[in-house]
């Protein structure tokens, strides 16, 4: 994919494209242009805009796009929400948030003087980043990791939605902590209506407001994949299950019933007997 962002990138639009880098996009392409270009270039590269205004990977109230895509993509690894705190408070007036965020700060207006451009600047500085990881890592320690099930279709809007909905319901039934991601390895713009409705009617809802891609965090992290006929491979050699189900489009209940059923075995199965 390609990510677009201003010129002279000094904390956030570093540590974004680390974050990019290492959890989200296994071939990610960077832009850098003028602040007033962001937008127009967004669109004619076809390029996902991030850390300037009015775009959903940016600023928030006290919160940077390093936290945007942190929510964005369901990047749940406590290390990382430690990281993002560290950050934040570089990245903010809030030098205090956190006992690195002025070193981070220091250190990175440091690099953007002595680069050659932000290129050069992504080459000096992420090092750091993956050290500042590490380092977040081992104060989160203690914080287990929530597992989770991937459920993958093509488009993110329909089946792979579906089946997280249910699974979250049954797992919660079967006091399991386990918690489930629906995404696309073609995602639509928007979640299929059929599935929006069918979901509502079952008392349940999406949980995402729109389909999101494939990450590497989530073939990484995922305790089991589910794939609608997609071509999934998971990063740590976990199980990948396809499951054949008639499309939502045509009839909820045929689609929802298949998928249940496979979610009642998937959760028995990783209940153990319980």
């Known amino acids: 994919m390609r990510w677009i962002t201003r010129e002279r990138a000094r904390v956030d639009r570093i540590a974004c494209p680390w974050l990019i880098t290492r959890f989200i996009d296994p071939k990610p392409e960077f832009l850098f242009v003028p602040a007033r270009e962001v937008l127009a270039a967004a669109e004619r590269e076809r390029a996902i805009p991030y850390d300037v205004p009015n775009v959903e990977l940016g600023h928030r109230g006290p919160q940077c796009s390093f936290d945007a ?9 406590p290390a990382l929400v430690t990281l993002a705190a560290i950050v934040r408070g570089a990245d903010t007036d809030d030098r205090g948030l956190t006992p690195e965020s002025a070193g981070l700060y220091a250190a990175a207006t440091g690099f953007q003087a002595i680069s050659r451009d932000d290129f050069d600047n992504m080459t000096r500085q992420f090092p750091m980043y993956d050290a500042l990881y590490e380092f977040a890592r081992a104060q989160a320690a203690t914080v287990p990791l929530q597992p989770r099930v991937l459920f993958v279709c093509l488009h993110g809007a329909a089946k792979s939605v579906i089946g997280a909905a249910h699974f979250r319901r049954l797992a919660a039934a079967r ?33 995402v407001a729109r389909p999101r891609p494939v990450t590497l965090y989530d073939l990484d992290t995922a305790t089991r994949v589910v794939s609608f006929g997609c071509d999934v491979v998971a990063a740590r050699g976990q199980r990948v299950e396809q499951w054949d189900v008639p499309a939502v489009s045509e009839g909820y209940a045929a689609a929802r019933d298949r998928i249940v059923a496979n979610v009642e075995r998937l959760v028995g199965e990783l209940a153990g007997g319980r």
Do not use: C
């Open 69 to 77: 895509f942190i929510d964005r993509y369901e990047l749940s690894e």
């Open 175 to 207: 006091g399991l902590s386990i918690g489930a991601v629906a995404v696309g390895t073609e995602p639509d713009p928007q979640l299929a209506p059929g599935a929006v409705k069918g979901l509502a009617g079952d008392g349940l809802t999406a949980g």
